[in-house]
């Protein structure tokens, strides 16, 4: 009764893992520069990734192979961020820059004055 109800929850966790995963393959596809595809990958692909992570530690019925699993989603949740904003830094710094929808520019060096609402 209980294995059931494990295998179907690690069926759903791994359902929403994979979609997770295929909007981050998406984003990075379709949307126009390097620095919105760096965010669906790190965001998106954190979570799908996680989301799997999560169906392998419930379906695994393995308190080892639980805790790996965990310690994974943590090690996920700590660097993806931190290797996207690096990767972002390193872009912005060699020079490739943002689309020119973008209103604020806080890398530029430039002292423009912000509205007040």
Known sequence: MIV???RYL???LLVIGS???????V???RLPDLY????AASKAGTVGAG???LAVAAISLDIGVALRAVVGIGF???TAPISAHLLARSAYLSGYRPREMLKID???GETTPRRKY
């Not at 979609?19 to 393959?25: Q, T």
Request: aromatic share 14%.
């Open 36 to 39: 919105t595809r760096m965010h």
């Open 106 to 108: 806080d890398l530029s």
């Open 19 to 25: 979609l997770f995963s295929f909007l981050a393959a």
């Open 76 to 78: 996920l949740a700590l």
């Open 51 to 53: 989301f799997i992570l």
């Open 10 to 12: 690690a069926a759903i």
């Open 4 to 6: 059931d109800f494990v």
């Open 27 to 29: 984003g990075i596809l």
